[in-house]
């Protein structure tokens, strides 16, 4: 299994690549050309591991869409009918079929990683007639319904830029009166009154009805996902990365797998070892009877590998080893998102890790002693970390201090600086000189700009493997989730935390070792990692020696 290289049509080095149909990865294939999400796909069906089948159109279609001035080329519906039927022979299901219907996914793909910050819409081909043959196919009208509504929301705010409020009060109306606390707790009935719903709230907020023809809706999401490459999340993380070089997003349409089709199903992302300490030992945040999107959007409790390590423990095995397999492949921490449908496990994505400075010289030091990495590749991947200046941070506690909350952690070491409430009022503050910390119900990659003014966030939902939260990580933030004793009121500008009222601009500190949250300025302890910063200079010596034996 990996990826074969077919003609893309007149667009010159336009190419559409195939995923899982039996070929290995194909010659020439690039990140660039692929984008790096799908490049990766391919690699892992390439060595066997258990990929939903794709196509993939190259970047150099998002390349032509821009240079057409937002027009996409001659040809392109009959271009995604034919690739649509390489994976329908592979599923034996019809995309667009009343019978065995094929649903896909629509991701985004850049030739670097940027996580979240492009669009995705998940559950395409859906409409009033395959969600019916969805419900006799499966025998599961929950999974059909819920699939539906999803995919409705998510249509309007991709490629119409809706806002989700209504989407969302809605569905916490329809909680409430059955006195639930989530979604994955309503039955199919009421998911399919509340799917019938967002029908008529998308043509409130759209103007006009959803499309029932799942080819429109494939081609529309399609070059949604080529127009966010031009949003203003996507934008600004370029500039803050200095990527403004990258050219274009891929875009990646693969067999859907159903994290919502029940118990021993769910969606999860782990990494293969702690991205904010270093420890080799996985790092897995997990969300049962849920799709990749509630994992990753920040808006939702998470369980951590505890959790699914003793319901489904083969699988928390499988999980383990898959990460050091990749591990072994790609020769880094590798970052990846899998999803269970039926306890079927499935990998949709990898990429190497993003990691605090920390994390990465423990990492480094680790992985030559294992034998994965030679002294001289890991000096290489040190070079952009300004060694001398990585230390622990912890807090000192006095006697009676108390944190007034603890959330959970996904950033090691100490914030302190004054609240602020949104993203906007972080960066302004920041600019003005203070040192903020970005307080918010949940964080999204719309928050950017806010995560890199802030020293730390604290947020009331949301995992430690949310986009959010790992561009945070990435950019050396204290990141505390999850804190369930937090409530913020916008219109007063303030918040609770632990039963104690805050307002905007006040002091807080937050430890990201123990993820306590304390009232006010603490006092901070700082240590340096002698034995990891030993290994390396030693290393030094080595690489040093062998270069004078070589020029002798």
Known sequence: MGAKKRRGGKGGDRRVYLIGAGATLAAGATPGEMGFKAYNLARMASIGMPVPAAFVLSTA??????????????????????????????SGLSFGGERRPLLVSVRSGAAVSMPGMLDTVLNVGLNDATVAGMVRMT??????????????????????????????????????AARLANASELDFMALRELATEYLEIYRELTGESFPQTPLDQLAAAAEAVFRSWSGKKALDYRRLHHLQGVAGTAVCVQTMVYGNSGGTSGSGVAFSRDPATGENALYMDFLFNAQGDDVVSGRHEVGERAQIGALLPEVTQQIEALGKRLEAEFGDLQEFEFT???????????????????????????????????????????????????????????????????????GVGVAVGEIALDAETARRRAAAGKVV??????????????????????????????????????????CLVGCRELAI???????????????????????????????GAVDIERATPERELAAVASWRGEVRAKRVRRAA
């Open 61 to 90: 279609f998002c390349r032509d869409y821009y240079a057409a001035k937002g027009a996409l080329p001659e040809g392109f519906r009959a271009l995604l009918r034919g690739n649509l039927g390489e994976l329908e022979r592979l």
């Open 139 to 176: 025998g599961n009208p929950r999974l059909a319904w819920d699939s539906y509504r999803r995919l409705i929301q998510s249509f309007a705010e991709v490629v119409h830029g809706a806002k989700p409020d209504a989407f969302d009060a809605a569905r916490v109306r329809r909680l409430k």
């Open 340 to 410: 269970l449908q039926n306890a079927q496990l499935f990998m949709l994505q990898t990429r190497s890790g993003q990691r605090t400075p920390l994390a990465a010289l423990r990492m480094a030091v680790e992985m030559v002693a294992e034998g994965l990495l030679e002294p001289g590749a890991a000096l290489k991947r040190l070079e952009g970390y300004k060694l001398q200046a990585i230390q622990t941070e912890s807090i000192r506690v006095k006697d009676g201090q108390a944190p007034l909350a603890r959330a959970v952690s996904a």
């Open 437 to 478: 910390i970005l307080v918010r119900e949940d964080t999204s990659t719309d928050d950017v700009a806010g995560i890199a003014a802030a020293a730390g966030i604290l947020t009331a939902r949301g995992g430690r493997t949310a986009h959010a939260a790992v561009v945070a990580r990435q950019l050396g933030k204290v």
């Open 489 to 519: 009121d916008p219109a007063k500008r303030s918040c609770s935390i632990g039963g104690k009222l805050l307002r905007e601009g006040q002091v807080i500190s937050l430890d990201g070792g123990s993820g306590g949250v304390y009232s």
